[in-house]
């Protein structure tokens, strides 16, 4: 299982960002995927995840109504679309997905929201 996650940066407040992350090594249509993101010294939380089909989601509550998870099944993508950017979204990001009990980690991306 490898987890590419790319599309991170700086970026102003208000701002927008895409995060993306390649999957290969499993058949990524069969599995839920997730986002989560880590503070510094800090657990990693729960950001958002997404179904197989990609009709159902989850957003944690500070995430509700500016971010969104489409997966691209064809390609084996998972996206982040991030909109309306707080300085409190400045983490590292991470794509995870859970095969055979193992949980699944990429290298993580690293957000930056400041002016």
């Known amino acids: 299982v490898q987890l590419v996650a790319s599309g991170g940066g700086l970026v102003q407040p208000a701002g927008s960002l895409r995060l993306s992350c390649a999957a290969s090594?499993?058949?990524?249509?069969?599995?839920?995927m997730r986002w989560y993101r880590q503070y510094p010294g800090k657990e990693r939380e729960l950001v958002a995840a997404?179904?197989?089909?990609?009709?159902?989601?989850y957003y944690a509550d500070s995430m509700k109504g500016r971010f969104t998870i489409p997966r691209d099944n064809a390609n084996s993508t998972l996206y982040l679309q991030m909109n309306s950017l707080k300085p409190e979204d400045t983490a590292v990001y991470y794509c995870?997905?859970?095969?055979?009990?193992?949980?699944?980690w990429g290298k993580g991306t690293l957000v930056t929201v400041s002016s």
């Open positions: 090594g499993f058949t990524f249509s069969s599995f839920f």
């Open positions: 995870h997905v859970m095969r055979d009990g193992i949980n699944y």
């Open positions: 997404i179904d197989t089909t990609g009709r159902n989601t």
